[in-house]
């Protein structure tokens, strides 16, 4: 399935799929992207590994510099 494609996460472990996955096809080691969020590698490899305990600005922080957007859907009757 091509990254541009909304992908549903249920879990750690699938969002950890998703960020190894563009990392990888971005060209980026585990070392280059910590360097580039600010972040350690042992944080991101956890991450990575569906780890359930990470926190999620960190999460955050690592989506925005690999240009991942993430949304949620709410439930159909939803009020704002």
Same mark, same amino acid.
């Given at each position: 399935?091509?990254?541009s494609?909304?992908v549903?996460?249920?879990?750690a472990?699938?969002? &950890?799929k998703?960020?190894?996955?563009a990392?990888k096809q971005?060209g980026? !080691? @585990?070392e280059?992207?910590? =360097?580039l969020?600010g @972040? $350690?590698?042992?944080f991101? $490899? /956890?991450l /990575? !590994? &569906?780890?359930?305990t990470?926190g @999620? &600005?960190r999460?955050?922080i690592v #989506?925005?510099?690999? =240009?991942?957007e #993430? $949304?949620a859907?709410?439930? /159909? &009757?939803? /009020?704002s």
């Amino acid at each position: 399935m091509p990254l541009s494609q909304a992908v549903p996460i249920h879990d750690a472990a699938t969002l &950890g799929k998703l960020i190894r996955r563009a990392r990888k096809q971005q060209g980026l !080691n @585990l070392e280059t992207l910590a =360097g580039l969020c600010g @972040l $350690s590698i042992r944080f991101l $490899s /956890e991450l /990575e !590994n &569906g780890r359930d305990t990470c926190g @999620l &600005g960190r999460i955050l922080i690592v #989506l925005d510099t690999l =240009g991942i957007e #993430l $949304s949620a859907v709410p439930p /159909e &009757g939803f /009020e704002s």
